[in-house]
């Protein structure tokens, strides 16, 4: 009877342990398929939120690059204003008259630079030897102050030769870009468009955005941790809206993804996505082209 109540035990023992062990190796592998699964869900809508973030942003651009047009467009075909002795802005051109330009821009520049949109930080005005006659800068948190910088020339800027040729491409006789001047450190989203005068050229006008303002608006609007800029050809960061610890150089783009980042049109891709550490803190970054002017 002992004997058999043994035989029965180990039989029990060889029977259950088995699926005792069966069922673990079951439930293990299932929660990891589960984790894997939504870890994966997880890592998928995070994705997809920077690369929604990276649409609105340049969908932001594209808005802030209508603005300027329309800016540019009440500016360069504004008439004579008598109440203020102020001429056509094309008369006032023409004639090289840089008081009487000063009259007919001051309530352009003065409302544009108050304005949320439609906003204007910088105001450049040249003439047909590529000489800025109007220069003038809005002083941060200063609403009805501005810096006039001195005449000069501006020839040297890629746009100007162009504007004063009357050259165009695909996208017609007005340019857009990134603008940094000389030593200055501000940056800008620049418009620059012809001035006509009976059908003659006879300057340019450039309205501009400052790049810091800029982004931290569109870091707003996309909800995004961090917005940066970053130099094309090497992946430098120029701007940043978080300040880095260290400096913007923790920011830069890893040299073996630049490639892939410009080649992202052609592959039809939205974004590539890397981790990065800023001040100790790591964050998941989505590297998109930015588009100026229709163009990456």
Same mark, same amino acid.
């Given at each position: 009877m002992r004997l058999f109540r043994e035989l029965r035990s180990h039989l029990q023992y060889k029977i259950i342990l088995p699926f005792l062990l069966l069922t673990l190796v079951v439930a293990l592998a299932g929660?990891?398929?589960?984790?894997?699964?939504?870890?994966? +869900?997880?890592?998928?809508? *995070?994705?997809?939120? !920077?690369?929604?973030?990276? =649409?609105?942003?340049?969908? %932001?651009?594209? $808005?802030?690059?209508?603005?300027?047009?329309?800016?540019?467009?009440?500016?360069?075909?504004?008439?004579?204003?008598?109440?203020?002795?102020?001429?056509?802005?094309?008369?006032?051109?023409?004639? +090289?008259?840089?008081?009487? *330009?000063?009259?007919? !821009?001051?309530?352009?520049? =003065?409302?544009?630079?108050? %304005?949320?949109? $439609?906003?204007?930080?910088?105001?450049?005005?040249?003439?047909?030897?590529?000489?800025?006659?109007?220069?003038?800068?809005?002083?941060?948190?200063?609403?009805?102050?501005?810096?006039?910088?001195?005449?000069?020339?501006?020839?040297?800027?890629?746009?100007?030769?162009?504007?004063?040729?009357?050259?165009?491409?695909?996208?017609?006789?007005?340019?857009?870009?990134?603008?940094?001047?000389?030593d200055e450190s501000t940056r800008y989203l620049f418009t620059v468009a012809p001035v006509e005068q009976n059908g003659k050229i006879v300057g340019g006008i450039l309205v501009a955005t400052q790049l810091d303002t800029l982004l931290q608006d569109m870091r707003e609007q996309s909800q995004a941790a961090i917005l940066a800029l970053y130099q094309a050809e090497d992946g430098v960061a120029l701007e940043s809206t978080l300040p880095a610890t260290n400096g913007l150089a923790e920011m830069n783009i890893r040299r073996d993804l630049i490639d892939s980042i410009r080649g992202l049109e052609e592959n039809q891709q939205q974004a590539i996505f890397d981790v990065v550490s800023v001040n100790q803190r790591e964050y998941q970054f989505a590297y998109a082209p930015l588009r100026v002017r229709s163009g990456a």
């Open positions: 929660s990891a398929v589960a984790f894997f699964f939504i870890t994966s +869900n997880a890592q998928e809508r *995070l994705n997809n939120q !920077l690369a929604q973030a990276a =649409r609105v942003v340049n969908d %932001r651009l594209v $808005q802030q690059e209508s603005e300027n047009l329309v800016s540019l467009r009440v500016i360069v075909f504004a008439q004579a204003n008598p109440q203020a002795n102020a001429p056509a802005v094309a008369d006032a051109l023409a004639a +090289n008259d840089r008081a009487s *330009l000063e009259r007919a !821009l001051d309530p352009y520049f =003065r409302i544009g630079s108050q %304005r949320s949109s $439609q906003r204007i930080d910088r105001m450049i005005v040249f003439n047909t030897s590529g000489r800025a006659l109007i220069d003038w800068e809005h002083l941060p948190n200063q609403p009805d102050a501005r810096t006039s910088h001195p005449e000069r020339s501006v020839q040297e800027l890629w746009f100007v030769p162009r504007i004063l040729a009357g050259q165009q491409d695909a996208r017609g006789d007005k340019y857009a870009g990134l603008l940094q001047l000389g």
